[in-house]
């Protein structure tokens, strides 16, 4: 049986969910952004895979959940993506701090 | 100290190395690249947790895919890394300061969490499970998922073509 306890993986999981919050609040980079929005969606897939072994009723079951995530995710990154290609388009700028059409 | 926690304690290192180096980093390129770093030692991870198949899933779609689309969306649009310096102080300070509660709450509540720990063979012709499980109890998701993809594409291709119209008034 395994040595490592369950615990340990969801500290891995939630440093690195910590880092991908701080990474999308602090920084102006579009993009980054949206980088650190699937880190943050990896976080949450190894806490996933990792109740899938270790949890209260241990199964398949939480890998096919991650790999609905991962596909989710992908997904979601295309299409931010576009959307950041139409906005430079019109404003030539990724600074979030300038889009604030909405705003006005 | 065993084989596996020798393992988990460098991929955990590096992913978190990766990540840090992601937020300290000035060039953007430089914060994808150190990315890889990181998914790919997630991919370990789940190696470790007898997930191969995710594991390989994630190789193939995080540090394959997406960290290539994320390099296409820098080098499309420009970027000034002056920008980036100009960040308050005091805002930087107000999220680290969210972040690290954030942080000190979930670790006390995952410290005690503890389950019975029960002997599941999922390493065992996982691939085999998880497409029997798949296309058993979660048909529907699936299909519905493979909908998504294409509205996805469909969505994307619209969003980032250039408009028509916008030509025609470039060229007058």
Redesign the interface.
């Known amino acids: 049986?395994?040595?490592?306890?369950?615990?340990?993986?969801?500290?891995?999981a939630?440093?690195?969910f910590?880092?991908?919050?701080?990474?999308a609040?602090?920084?102006?980079?579009a993009?980054?952004v949206?980088?650190?929005i699937?880190?943050m969606l990896?976080a949450v897939?190894?806490n996933l895979?990792?109740f899938?072994?270790?949890?209260?009723n241990?199964?398949?079951?939480g890998?096919?959940f991650?790999?609905?995530t991962?596909?989710?995710?992908?997904?979601?990154?295309?299409?931010g993506?576009?959307?950041?290609?139409?906005l430079?388009?019109n404003r030539?700028t990724?600074?979030v701090n300038e889009m604030d059409q909405l705003k006005r | 100290m065993t084989g596996e926690m020798i393992a988990f304690f460098i991929l955990a290192l590096v992913a978190i190395c990766g990540g840090v180096f992601m937020i300290h980093s000035e060039n953007v390129v430089h914060m994808v690249v150190s990315l890889i770093f990181t998914f790919l030692s997630i991919a370990g991870i789940y190696i470790l947790l007898s997930a191969e198949f995710v594991a390989v899933v994630q190789v193939l779609i995080y540090s394959g895919a997406i960290t290539i689309i994320m390099l296409f969306g820098i080098m499309l649009t420009k970027h000034d890394p002056k920008s980036e310096k100009r960040i308050a102080k005091s805002r930087i300070l107000a999220v680290g300061t969210g972040v690290v509660a954030f942080f000190i709450i979930m670790f006390l509540a995952i410290n005690k969490l503890s389950f019975k720990q029960q002997d599941v063979e999922l390493y065992v012709h996982n691939v085999k499970k998880i497409g029997i499980e798949l296309y058993s109890k979660y048909v529907i998701p699936f299909e519905l998922t493979s909908i998504l993809l294409l509205v996805a594409l469909i969505g994307a291709v619209v969003l980032a073509k250039k408009d028509e119209s916008e030509e025609m008034n470039e060229h007058e």
């Open positions: 049986m395994s040595s490592l306890p369950l615990p340990v993986f969801l500290v891995l939630l440093i690195l910590c880092i991908g919050l701080f990474g609040l602090t920084k102006r980079n993009v980054i949206l980088i650190s699937e880190l990896n897939n190894i895979v990792a899938s072994k270790y949890g209260p241990p199964g398949i079951t890998q096919i991650s790999l609905f991962i596909t989710v995710a992908a997904a979601e990154a295309a299409v993506l576009a959307i950041l290609f139409a430079y388009r030539r990724v600074n």
